[in-house]
């Protein structure tokens, strides 16, 4: 017969045996700081992490105040630390748990401070230790770092994707000016020159019989040279979409696109003759034309809606094909890898604008293309 005394004849060395083996094999393998309070607010237990944080042994923190300990000889009224254990201290008198994340900068380090008073059946069961309160301390500062790491990160990257859509917006501005420019000089210059050669070489017709045979090649050469600079220096930027605006450059274009390509192109403004903002009217206009440039490479397609609305502040500008469709994600894929830049050159169009674009697409079912741009019903 043993001369000890079994578990079960001493329930309360069992209950602190059983106490004391959790807290070493649970709280004392935490990387946080964990004490229990007595109501004075010190240190009545507290786990091994005060070890590792170098606040010296278990057994010599006791009794000590937890700004003292880790803050040893500091009188700084305006110490983070302290500031925020006076008002959480006053807040678990209340009955109130408090938290914060203190930036300690005599330790150098990052700290998320979590600070429960203890019900009163829990201060009984811990061992009649009196515990009043639990804190719990997180040293974050590896978290903060790369929070801070990744913030200024974000703030590097939206500067040069601003910087980057800056430059965007410029240069479709330039290029936009430069179409205008050399369709102008197309049209005015060289055009009138190739005129004037024309009528002197009909001038010079009844009077050169021996050479009529080039003479009259020349006229048809230069007749075909100067319907070419006029179809060039309308394929670069109509003139009418600076003077008349978007709704007759796209009327003027759709049914010329129908006759060359042989399409059914149905073209419905429900704008009516407003002028939306150039950008807004150019981005539009080239949206256009190069969804009916793929449509009428790729697509097979026998029909072509094109719609213009506006409604809840926003012009939606609107085109379906009834042609085999494609796989929007392959296409843009290869856009990506330096393929047709239709599909990527549209969405930079619009983003820039502030609009926004969706293409959808299915293979024998046809494709869609809706873009969608801020207009209040007070813009011009």
Known sequence: ????????????????????????????????????????????????????????????????ALHELMHPRCNDPDCALNVFWCKAWSAVMAGQPAEAEIDDVQSNRCLYMQVNPLRHVRQTELNGLNSFAAVIVHDVTERKRVEQERERLLVEVRADREQLQALSRRMLHVQE??????????????????????????????????????????????????????????????????????????????????????????????????????????????VVQA????????AQAKHVSICLRRNNGEVSLIIRDDGVGFDVNAARQAALAGASLGILSMEERVSLVGGRINIESTLGHGTEIRALFPHSESSP
């Open 1 to 64: 017969m043993s001369i000890y005394p079994s578990e079960s004849s001493n329930p309360l060395l069992a209950q602190i045996d059983q106490a004391k083996l959790e807290w070493e094999t649970t709280v004392d393998a935490l990387p946080q700081i964990v004490c229990l309070m007595n109501k004075g607010g010190y240190i009545l237990r507290a786990n091994r992490a005060v070890e590792r944080w170098g606040y010296g042994r278990v057994q010599e923190v006791i009794g000590r």
């Open 291 to 298: 969804a009916l440039t793929n449509t009428i490479k790729h």
């Open 177 to 286: 000016e430069e179409r205008r420019s050399i369709a102008r000089e197309l049209h005015d210059d060289i055009g009138q020159d190739l005129t004037a050669v024309k009528i002197n070489l009909q001038t010079a017709e009844p009077l050169a019989q021996a050479a009529l045979a080039y003479i009259e090649d020349s006229i048809r050469i230069v007749e075909r040279t100067l319907q070419q600079i006029r179809n060039l220096s309308l394929e670069l930027r109509p003139s009418m979409l600076d003077d008349l605006g978007l709704i007759p450059a796209l009327r003027w274009y759709t049914n010329r696109a129908a006759q060359r390509a042989g399409l059914e192109i149905e073209f419905l403004n429900h704008l009516g003759d407003i002028r939306l903002p150039p950008e807004i009217e150019t981005t539009c206009f080239r």
